[in-house]
């Protein structure tokens, strides 16, 4: 019954902030389990890129940290990301999904984000 389903521009500049949004229905993100974002570039395997609680609280990759900031509204029952000062190296799918202890049991369709000049 959880459904999760990301949005945002399929195609983002260098240097530009890569930002997406991940609407869910069923489930309230403000009351139980975590929300992540991971992201599997072409021909790669996925990458963790982090999470936010019910809470509010947020843990990243350590790799990603410095460029990667996951918010939530409440009211609208949504999590987004951002990734700063991309590269052609950044493009990937995009998965948001729902995290219940240590691992993601729910997940979005995942959409394609393309950086490129």
């Known amino acids: 019954q959880v459904q999760l389903q990301e949005s945002g521009p399929g195609l983002v500049k260098p240097s530009q902030t890569l930002s997406l949004t991940c609407t869910v229905s069923g489930g309230s993100i403000a009351k139980y389990y975590a929300w992540s974002w991971i992201r599997q570039p072409p021909g790669k395997g996925l990458e963790w890129m982090g999470v936010?609680?019910?809470?509010?609280?947020?843990y990243y990759s350590p790799s990603l940290k410095s460029r990667t900031s996951i918010s939530r509204d409440t009211s609208k029952n949504q999590f987004s990301l951002q990734l700063s000062s991309v590269t052609p190296e950044d493009t990937a799918i995009y998965y948001c999904?729902?995290?219940?202890?240590?691992?993601?049991?729910?997940w979005g369709q995942g959409t394609q984000v393309t950086v490129s000049s």
């Open positions: 999904a729902r995290r219940v202890y240590s691992t993601e049991d729910y």
């Open positions: 936010i609680g019910f809470t509010g609280s947020t």
